[in-house]
């Protein structure tokens, strides 16, 4: 999506505005590709073992030090089958639980689970019924606000 607020001279503003739209794929010519390929490196987490728990609790919270604004802590964690998840908002912020089929796609989704828990204390639980693993992601915060569950 590409927008354009123009302040100042409306002509040229609407000629450079013309010319990205020409080539939108100049856009991100400027990207590093180290530095896309870094971004990628983030989706491979160290699971947190949480097996032989019951009930695991993931709650929402604000970025601390080089995390980003908000996460899931833990975001990614080890459960047995039959283990209930229990996502608990303690920032106070708008986000979505949504599951997500490849945690690179962090759009759509909600086939399996899309809960909000909009306010500090909102909750949503969800049962880790099969083995595998589960991404999710929140709505709101999905450029950098998901995890996933591995279900033994």
Same mark, same amino acid.
């Given at each position: #999506?590409? *927008?354009?607020? =123009? !302040?100042?001279?409306?002509?040229? $503003?609407? +000629?450079?505005? @013309?010319?990205?739209?020409?080539?939108?794929?100049?856009?991100?010519?400027?990207?590093?590709?180290?530095?896309?390929?870094?971004?990628?490196?983030?989706?491979?987490?160290?699971?947190?073992? #949480?097996? *032989?728990?019951? =009930? !695991?609790?993931?709650?929402?919270? $604000?970025? +601390?030090?080089? @995390?980003?604004?908000?996460?899931?802590?833990?975001?990614?964690?080890?459960?047995?089958?039959?283990?209930?998840?229990?996502?608990?908002?303690?920032?106070?912020?708008?986000?979505?639980?949504?599951?997500?089929?490849?945690?690179? !796609?962090?759009?759509?989704?909600?086939?399996?689970?899309?809960?909000?828990?909009?306010?500090?204390?909102?909750?949503?639980?969800?049962?880790?019924?099969?083995?595998?693993?589960?991404?999710?992601?929140?709505?709101?915060?999905?450029?950098?606000?998901?995890?996933?569950?591995?279900?033994?």
């Amino acid at each position: #999506m590409i *927008g354009s607020l =123009v !302040v100042g001279d409306v002509d040229a $503003a609407l +000629e450079a505005a @013309e010319e990205i739209h020409e080539d939108p794929e100049g856009i991100d010519d400027d990207v590093d590709e180290d530095e896309a390929d870094a971004d990628d490196a983030d989706v491979d987490e160290e699971f947190v073992d #949480m097996t *032989g728990e019951d =009930v !695991v609790a993931v709650e929402t919270r $604000a970025g +601390e030090g080089d @995390e980003p604004d908000f996460v899931f802590d833990p975001a990614f964690v080890t459960v047995d089958e039959g283990t209930t998840i229990e996502w608990v908002n303690t920032d106070g912020v708008f986000h979505t639980v949504t599951s997500t089929d490849d945690i690179e !796609v962090r759009s759509g989704g909600g086939d399996e689970f899309d809960s909000t828990i909009s306010s500090e204390g909102a909750t949503f639980e969800w049962e880790a019924d099969e083995s595998g693993r589960q991404p999710y992601y929140c709505s709101p915060h999905a450029g950098f606000m998901y995890g996933a569950i591995e279900i033994e």
